[in-house]
């Protein structure tokens, strides 16, 4: 009887210390999931996801926002937890496979302006906090976006079936043990959550991104993403770390450049919200970017033009009247929309909330993309140091007499010529396309005149790529030992 009660006391104990155990976890649980949910939060931050998924006015996550792209626009979708018409019957697997293969629940494939070719980086760790972020703390918004209708033949969404054999690389990012920690975060955080390629690398013809020129300035609808590697001349090779940080922070520095367009949103919404050690870790990274040079280019964008005055030629002449003049020059545009802001001479305000034109990265640039788009479009930016503020004058419809194309053109030249790229010329015809929202994409057309071809080379590239990932499949299981060249080729 002794033996028997030592042994039920040991196992009343051992019990007790069970129960104890699992109270414990349970009351841990909650604080985990706490976390968890904050940390997919800051991840949702630092990949913009509301920039994307809020309309203007809008109500947050719930999607409905028109995304030009050079196919046409797409609308972003409802990502609120709303079981209807967001995420809310997701599983995490589910959110998963939508978040880094660009699948959706119900099987359709979503479209790369989708940037999951990035977010496949994404840890397992981290999509679970994104997971809980959206499904747990969300607000749910009970509203349909408006659908995407691409042309044809674009609309056809299993056509990406095909794109992401090709280009899609599911590899979740892994460190390169001969990089240190703060390199390897900032690789982690430019090639997945941040997306920095998504809108700097340029695109091939089936709209990839091409590897070879990463971060080298591409076309993202009527602005221009510029080159962001570290050569000297063509990219951002002469800024210091300190100076990456702050314009990422403010998305200004002074005698170099300002946010607008999307760089502005990604600022306004992500990057001035991510800690100090994040953004230090971006900037290295970025430094070391292997750079890349336009032989095009002689000078930085950052160096070009000079102050200048028109004001002489003006004087004593009347002032400008659209009505009367209706091609009215430069030297009077210039005045009578620019100069007051940004000084006759073209130096900016003294306090250097309104910016110099000259030493400026819109106009010193051979590409003056993103001096017209500011034109046309204007800057709007709030950050914790204030609102950044410069009106389109592309017309809107309480405007009388917004700029013309030509005007637009007119006045983009004199800027050129006076306070940067002076060798550069826009003309009516790229303000034109700029007001439509950017170039479209050559494969458009070249799709839309053959489609059968089209579709029998797909059928036949994709019957080629099946067969091919069989074998490679077949060799990994018959021989441990692979000829040279293999890695190679499985990721080409």
Request: hydrophobic share 35%.
């Amino acid at each position: 009887m002794g033996n028997t009660g030592h042994h039920l006391g040991v196992l009343l104990i051992g019990l007790a210390a069970t129960a104890a155990a699992g109270i414990c976890r349970a009351a841990d649980q909650p604080e985990q999931t706490a976390a968890a949910i904050q940390r997919g939060e800051y991840l949702a931050t630092a990949g913009d996801c509301g920039a994307c998924h809020t309309a203007p006015r809008g109500k947050a996550f719930a999607g409905g926002l028109p995304i030009g792209t050079p196919l046409g626009t797409i609308y972003s979708t409802n990502i609120t937890p709303s079981a209807d018409f967001g995420v809310g019957r997701y599983t995490e697997e589910d959110f998963s496979r939508a978040l880094r293969r660009g699948v959706r629940r119900d099987g359709a494939n979503l479209y790369p302006a989708m940037p999951y070719t990035s977010y496949a980086k994404f840890t397992d760790e981290d999509i679970h906090a994104l997971y809980l972020y959206f499904t747990q703390s969300v607000e749910p918004v009970e509203q349909r976006a408006p659908s995407t209708r691409l042309p044809f033949p674009m609309n056809i969404r299993g056509s990406m079936i095909a794109w992401n054999l090709l280009f899609l690389d599911s590899a979740a990012f892994v460190p390169n043990r001969n990089q240190s920690p703060e390199w390897n975060r900032g690789a982690y955080l430019v090639q997945g959550a941040a997306h920095c390629g998504t809108c700097h690398t340029p695109r091939g013809l089936l709209m990839q991104e091409q590897a070879s020129r990463a971060l080298s300035g591409a076309q993202v609808g009527p602005w221009y993403a510029p080159n962001i590697t570290s050569d000297p001349i063509s990219g951002i090779g002469r800024w210091t770390r300190t100076e990456l940080v702050a314009y990422l922070r403010t998305g200004h520095l002074s005698g170099k450049a300002q946010a607008a367009g999307s760089m502005g949103e990604a600022v306004e919404y992500s990057f001035q919200h991510l800690a100090a050690a994040d953004l230090d870790a971006i900037a290295r990274y970025i430094q070391a970017v292997p750079a890349v040079r336009d032989p095009a280019d002689q000078v930085s964008r950052f160096s070009a033009g000079n102050m200048f005055s028109a004001l002489a030629e003006l004087r004593g002449r009347d002032g400008v009247r659209f009505d009367s003049e209706p091609n009215p020059s430069g030297a009077e545009l210039f005045q009578g929309n620019c100069a007051s802001c940004h000084s006759a001479e073209g130096q900016g305000s003294k306090d250097g909330y309104y910016p110099s034109l000259f030493s400026n990265s819109a106009t010193g640039a051979r590409n003056a993309t993103n001096l017209v788009a500011t034109i046309l479009y204007g800057v709007n930016r709030t950050t914790s140091e204030g609102q950044a503020f410069m009106p389109g004058f592309g017309g809107h419809p309480s405007d009388a007499n917004p700029l013309s194309d030509r005007n637009i053109a007119t006045l983009s030249n004199f800027v050129l010529a006076h306070y940067g790229s002076a060798g550069t010329t826009v003309t009516e015809q790229q303000v034109a396309e700029a007001r439509q929202g950017g170039p479209s994409s050559p494969l458009l057309a070249l799709a839309r005149g053959s489609t059968p071809i089209v579709a029998a080379i797909a059928f036949l590239g994709i019957a080629f790529l099946l067969v091919r990932r069989r074998k490679l499949r077949r060799v990994d299981g018959e021989s441990p030992v692979q000829e040279p060249g293999y890695h190679l080729r499985r990721k080409m």
